[in-house]
């Protein structure tokens, strides 16, 4: 069974908690009351405060997606893996690029022994990397939309649950994989927000019209002013 029953059902907005200790995080979500956000641990959080963050979150009733990005040898993410799954994140993601028989180990590590998982997620291309260091770098010489299908495929075909990609591939990605097949999606801003730094960006209702299960946003809602009426916004623009 995964751990998926109590996502929701549906789609939602996944908060990026990307603070430098867990005083800053929790700092962050008392503003938020009796609601408890979706969030995002990614490495700074998690390598600043350690595994205790995801539990301590998970005890106060959050939904975490634990972001650590594995990539190594079958044998050893599967072992990582059967770490992070006592933990009990409700997503967690590894590199596509270490292929089928890595993601099905790490699937293998995560399963509990009562059948119970986390979700499982892969990250297809970062959108950091783009054509050109895809192909002199890489060694990919092929378009990155290509690319990113079929590596959503190859996580399909390994058994996990969905991919992390850009808005604008969510549509693909299901016509591919399946509407079952979650697509988490960051790159989102509000239509009158500043970009930062990422490049390729859509406002939450348009992932919603493309197809995004969960939107993941960082700054748009942890540097707002307001991070609570952000988050209500945010919400209600992509629901
Ligand atoms: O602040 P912002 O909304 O840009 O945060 C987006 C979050 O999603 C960050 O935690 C970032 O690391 C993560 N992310 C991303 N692009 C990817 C994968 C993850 O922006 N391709």
Redesign the pocket.
């Known amino acids: 069974m995964i751990d998926n029953l109590h996502l929701g059902g549906g789609r939602d907005v996944i908060v990026?908690c990307?603070f430098a200790s867990a005083e800053e995080t929790l700092g962050f979500l008392a503003r938020f009351g009796d609601e408890r956000p979706f969030v995002?641990i990614?490495m700074e959080l998690y390598y600043a405060a350690g595994p205790d963050i995801v539990r301590q979150l998970k005890a106060r009733g959050h939904r975490v997606f634990l972001?650590l990005k594995l990539h190594d040898i079958p044998n050893t993410v599967k072992k990582a893996m059967r770490v992070l799954s006592g933990l009990g994140a409700d997503i967690v993601n590894l590199h596509a690029a270490g292929t089928r028989a890595m993601m099905e180990a790490a699937l293998e590590g995560l399963t509990r022994q009562d059948g119970s998982r986390p979700l499982l997620i892969a990250?297809t291309q970062?959108?950091?990397t783009d054509q050109e260091s895809l192909e002199k770098e890489l060694l990919i010489p092929r378009p990155m939309d290509e690319v990113v299908i079929a590596y959503a495929k190859n996580a399909a075909a390994a058994g996990l649950d969905g991919v992390?990609c850009?808005p604008l591939e969510a549509g693909k990605v299901h016509q591919a994989c399946g509407a079952g097949f979650l697509t988490v999606t960051?790159?989102?801003r509000f239509a009158d927000g500043e970009k930062?730094?990422?490049k390729r960006v859509t406002t939450p209702g348009k992932a919603r019209e493309l197809g995004s299960d969960f939107i993941?946003?960082?700054?748009?809602i942890?540097a707002a002013p307001d991070p609570v009426a952000a988050w209500h916004r945010c919400k209600g623009e992509f629901q």
């Open positions: 990026a990307d995002k990614g972001d990250v970062l959108t950091s992390v850009s960051p790159g989102v930062g730094d990422q993941v946003v960082g700054r748009p942890t």
